[in-house]
């Protein structure tokens, strides 16, 4: 299945909302995780990564 940013289930760009709807694992777990990720790695890593991840899955069609 393939990965695409979620229209619906988004709070920024839709990447972990298009994550959660592959994986069928809830959003809200996946951004904690994301979250603590974030803190733990000194935000650069995750947050260049989500920035490239906007750029390189496309947007899920209507």
């Known amino acids: ?5 979620s229209r619906t289930n ?12 592959t994986t069928g ?3 809200t777990i996946l951004r ?3 979250i603590i990720l974030l803190i733990t790695t000194a ?3 995750l ?5 490239l ?4 899955i496309p947007k899920e069609e209507r």
């Open 1 to 5: 299945m393939k990965i695409v940013r």
């Open 53 to 56: 991840l906007t750029f390189i």
């Open 47 to 51: 947050a260049i990564t989500y920035l």
């Open 25 to 27: 694992i809830d959003a």
């Open 32 to 34: 904690i995780i994301f």
């Open 10 to 21: 988004r709070k920024i760009a839709g990447i972990i909302g298009g994550i959660a709807q």
């Open 43 to 45: 935000f650069f890593p």
